[in-house]
């Protein structure tokens, strides 16, 4: 079965970082793009990051590029999310995506992790 497990979210201030991570198995790694996507209170998902399959191309949405680096160690089966220069707005859960052609948000979820940003 495949299975994605976040950790590293918590309450950190504006301004400040955490180190999100993310344990795949079940599946072949190194064969799929993973997503970072977040969901807010009350809104709709957001994809905020992916990585391709040999870590060497990267993207992020808007709101988050030059803050956010998405990484991959296809060692470990691990995806990490570096988030700097939090901002209130960055509060949602947090999940990690396999990523799946045709779709915006990945075909497997984990179970998430919380990250709040306030002062």
């Known amino acids: 079965d495949v299975q994605l497990v976040e950790s590293g979210g918590g309450i950190v201030q504006p301004g400040g970082s955490l180190r999100l991570s993310c344990s795949a198995s079940?599946?072949?790694?190194?064969?799929?793009?993973m997503y970072w996507v977040r969901q807010a209170p009350g809104e709709g998902p957001e994809r905020v990051s992916t990585i391709n399959t040999d870590g060497r191309s990267t993207n992020y949405a808007d709101s988050v590029r030059g803050r956010f680096t998405i990484s991959r160690d296809n060692a470990k089966n691990m995806v990490y999310l570096q988030m700097n220069s939090l901002k209130p707005e960055d509060t949602a859960v947090y999940y990690c995506a396999r990523g799946a052609i045709g779709s915006d948000f990945g075909d497997y979820w984990g179970q998430g992790t919380q990250v709040t940003v306030s002062s």
């Open positions: 079940g599946f072949t790694f190194t064969w799929f793009d």
